[in-house]
């Protein structure tokens, strides 16, 4: 194959696919015949200067990242990512872990069942790349220093989690090496990291035992607490810190929902709770923005509890109206109406609601509408998913499949579905990287920065993570399917990107900005049930917007299968190829079986015909066709259909003819 990239292309030399593959399978040759060995002590001055100077190199734009990257035109460049063997988040709560020291770290080895404090260390900055940012990290005593990376992951705010604490507890640390061979602490679920903040006290609850009178004055104290991280937090949020005022809000409440202080003051849990919903609806975090609103109602008919309940309401209401649960927001605002009927907001919000929930109803968009509010800083739309013509059922071969549930006219909505995630090519998410995975040793172009995004907000809104894990994915996890655990939601952040690779959709260059490196993906779930077939595809995608709209391309009767088409290439080998590198299946539709049964000269020869028919439609209009040119376009057409196998292609589209066709019925 040519290194040939126009930017918008990656195509690999056999070189630099080799380069990829034996890089890679060094580091991992290293890694299993190193398991269990004693880790060895760090220089830790020589480790900050070196961390110093990848910074430094990191900040000038220098070539920053001592990882493989893959040069892909206009200056830009891939990174390789290995993937190895996968394995599952930790699921046990911080407090059954055993602790660990530094010292104790065995190489490429997972410490099961144990966790691991450590401190940043001093001076020493983040080392941010592309795909993964680390640091050096100290015991408590400060006398023993070790590397710790992080991979495709910011926080859950969006913010560099290394840059934002101070100390981190690692669950069931995975300790082994970097391309380079350079020993590492490396997280690749961020579940596997709790954060600590400097100005956050994680060690928060209050005893409450002894005497009566103690027990008082432990609850008063803790009531002091609790109302001092409100303040806090209150601060924090008047400076648009969020992260911090959800982490003080959040100290707060563990404090004031102890029963001593909420028996004492039982205002005081609800109040944090209000505001905590309104940093969680900034932060997208809907889930716990509308459980913390709903937990911060008084119930009670006074005209101050009025006015907070009208704002809890609020909150929820519009934490459900973002989760797409529109009925249930509609009921926010209607109890909101009735403790305050003149409140404008909630009118404004039950009149989209009643839109979202026609739209939820029968599809009935409107598009005009929606087009013309787009823009490149408001590229997705307020609109509601529209799947009842749809049904998801197994799909014998295929896994399961999307199916009519009743008939749909040609060019009829089969189903609109407002995006799970997109990552538009513009954005500062955008991130293609070449990953070469040691299962079945092939190299893929993936959208990592997709699935970064979407475990972002599978972390932010857990009550998602569900149905998302349930899209197809070779790797299963841990087959546990734990997704929450004391101390948080747990993300298997290697099955998001497995899933991602297998189940999400390009959606072009709306906004004229993408190039190999950055193009815009997104993940729609239930549109992801949906096969492929290469010449039965019934259906064809339009986004407006992260809205994907499904067409029907001809009448479809009830019960029928809906496919659409994953890879449109006439080249049987180029289209095999990429079904199996990326959706990891053989098409075995009517066409493929009839083109596999070519001998591979006529394909190649049906290739060159093709091509040449393709040169000579762009070349030759067919508005202005002379008799020589038609009496040209014929030869081809006629080139093109000898290849063909008369009885192995009955009633199946010689489909590299179809072009070269369609100009010559034009030119008539
Ligand atoms: C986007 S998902 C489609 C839904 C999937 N069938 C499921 O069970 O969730 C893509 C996966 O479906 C399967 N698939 C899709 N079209 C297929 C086909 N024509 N033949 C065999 N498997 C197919 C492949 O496993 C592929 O990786």
């Known amino acids: 194959m040519a290194p040939q990239n126009d930017g918008n292309t990656i195509f690999l030399t056999e070189k630099e696919a080799d380069r990829i593959r034996k890089t890679i399978e060094a580091k991992l040759?290293?890694?299993?015949?190193?398991?269990?060995?004693a880790r060895e002590p760090r220089d830790s001055k020589a480790a900050i200067q070196q961390a110093t100077g990848m910074s430094l190199m990191a900040d000038m734009g220098g070539s920053t990242d001592p990882d493989l990257t893959q040069p892909v035109g206009r200056g830009r460049s891939l990174p390789a990512i290995g993937v190895g063997q996968p394995y599952p988040p930790c699921i046990v709560p911080l407090r059954d872990l055993k602790p660990m020291k530094l010292a104790d770290l065995k190489m490429e080895t997972?410490?099961?069942?144990?966790?691991?404090?450590?401190?940043?260390?001093?001076?020493c900055p983040v080392v941010t790349h592309a795909a993964r940012s680390w640091t050096m990290v100290q015991n408590e005593a400060g006398d023993e220093t070790e590397r710790l990376e992080i991979c495709l992951h910011k926080s859950r705010?969006?913010?560099?989690?290394?840059?934002?604490?101070?100390?981190?507890?690692?669950?069931?640390?995975?300790?082994?090496?970097?391309?380079q061979g350079e020993a590492t602490l490396r997280i690749d679920h961020p579940s596997d990291l709790i954060i600590c903040r400097d100005e956050v006290d994680n060690s928060s609850l209050l005893s409450v035992e002894g005497t009566n009178r103690e027990?008082?004055?432990?609850?008063?104290?803790?009531?002091?607490?609790?109302?001092?991280?409100?303040?806090?937090?209150?601060?924090?949020?008047?400076?648009?810190?969020?992260?911090?005022?959800?982490?003080?809000?959040?100290?707060?409440?563990?404090?004031?929902?102890?029963?001593?202080?909420?028996?004492?003051?039982?205002?005081?849990?609800?109040?944090?709770?209000r505001n905590r919903a309104h940093v969680n609806l900034a932060?997208?975090?809907?889930?716990?923005?509308?459980?913390?609103?709903?937990?911060?109602?008084?119930?009670?008919?006074?005209?101050?509890?009025?006015?907070?309940?009208?704002?809890?309401?609020?909150?929820?209401?519009?934490?459900?109206?973002?989760?797409?649960?529109?009925?249930?927001?509609?009921?926010?605002?209607?109890?909101?109406?009735?403790?305050?009927?003149?409140?404008?907001?909630?009118?404004?919000?039950?009149?989209?609601?009643?839109?979202?929930?026609?739209?939820?109803?029968?599809?009935?968009?409107?598009?005009?509408?929606?087009?013309?509010?787009?823009?490149?800083?408001?590229?997705?739309?307020?609109?509601?998913?529209?799947?009842?013509?749809?049904?998801?059922?197994d799909s014998p071969g295929r896994g399961r499949g999307l199916f009519a549930a009743r008939q749909i006219a040609a060019g009829g909505i089969i189903m609109g579905e407002k995006a799970f995630c997109v990552v538009y090519g513009h954005e500062s998410d955008a991130l293609t990287a070449m990953t070469y995975d040691v299962r079945d040793e092939r190299i893929r172009v993936s959208p990592v920065g997709l699935g970064v995004a979407a475990v972002q907000k599978l972390l932010s809104n857990p009550s998602q993570i569900d149905k998302f894990m349930d899209l197809r994915g070779e790797y299963q996890g841990d087959g546990k399917n734990v997704s929450m655990t004391e101390d948080g939601p747990v993300v298997d952040t290697l099955r998001v990107h497995d899933i991602v690779s297998r189940n999400g959709f390009g959606l072009g260059s709306q906004y004229g900005e993408d190039d190999a490196s950055n193009a815009s993906t997104g993940i729609w779930i239930?549109?992801?049930?949906?096969?492929?077939?290469?010449?039965?595809?019934?259906?064809?995608?339009?986004?407006?917007?992260?809205?994907?709209?499904?067409?029907?391309?001809?009448?479809?009767?009830?019960?029928?299968?809906?496919?659409?088409?994953?890879?449109?290439?006439?080249?049987?080998?180029?289209?095999?190829?990429?079904?199996?590198?990326?959706?990891?299946?053989?098409?075995?539709?009517?066409?493929?079986?009839?083109?596999?049964?070519?001998?591979?000269?006529?394909?190649?020869?049906?290739?060159?015909?093709?091509?040449?028919?393709?040169?000579?439609?762009?070349?030759?209009?067919?508005?202005k066709a002379k008799r020589i040119a038609v009496a040209k376009a014929q030869r081809l057409a006629q080139a093109i259909d000898e290849t063909y196998d008369v009885e192995r292609y009955k009633g199946v589209p010689r489909i590299a003819a179809l072009r070269i066709l369609d100009w010559l019925e034009k030119a008539k």
């Open 29 to 37: 040759k290293k890694c299993s015949e190193s398991v269990g060995n």
């Open 110 to 123: 997972h410490h099961r069942g144990r966790r691991l404090t450590v401190k940043c260390a001093r001076r």
């Open 157 to 179: 705010h969006g913010e560099d989690v290394l840059e934002s604490a101070s100390v981190y507890i690692i669950k069931e640390p995975y300790f082994t090496f970097t391309n």
């Open 215 to 273: 027990a008082e004055d432990a609850a008063a104290a803790a009531e002091t607490t609790a109302k001092s991280c409100k303040d806090n937090g209150n601060a924090a949020l008047k400076l648009k810190d969020l992260p911090l005022a959800h982490a003080k809000y959040t100290e707060g409440l563990k404090v004031a929902r102890q029963e001593a202080v909420s028996t004492a003051n039982p205002d005081l849990a609800r109040d944090i709770s």
């Open 283 to 393: 932060l997208s975090q809907l889930d716990e923005a509308k459980t913390d609103a709903i937990a911060s109602l008084t119930g009670r008919e006074d005209q101050r509890s009025k006015e907070l309940d009208t704002k809890a309401y609020f909150r929820a209401g519009c934490a459900a109206y973002s989760l797409g649960e529109y009925q249930e927001a509609k009921n926010f605002f209607q109890e909101l109406q009735k403790l305050t009927p003149s409140d404008r907001d909630s009118n404004t919000y039950l009149r989209l609601i009643k839109l979202r929930l026609r739209e939820q109803e029968d599809g009935s968009y409107n598009f005009t509408k929606l087009r013309a509010n787009l823009s490149r800083t408001h590229p997705r739309v307020d609109v509601a998913t529209f799947t009842s013509n749809t049904t998801v059922k």
């Open 526 to 623: 239930w549109t992801a049930y949906a096969n492929h077939s290469c010449i039965a595809a019934n259906a064809e995608k339009e986004f407006i917007g992260d809205l994907m709209v499904l067409r029907a391309t001809r009448p479809i009767e009830a019960g029928e299968e809906i496919f659409i088409s994953y890879d449109w290439s006439s080249d049987y080998d180029a289209r095999q190829s990429n079904l199996m590198t990326t959706w990891g299946f053989e098409c075995d539709c009517a066409l493929c079986v009839a083109e596999k049964a070519d001998d591979p000269s006529v394909r190649t020869k049906r290739r060159e015909l093709e091509g040449e028919a393709d040169a000579f439609i762009e070349r030759e209009h067919w508005a």
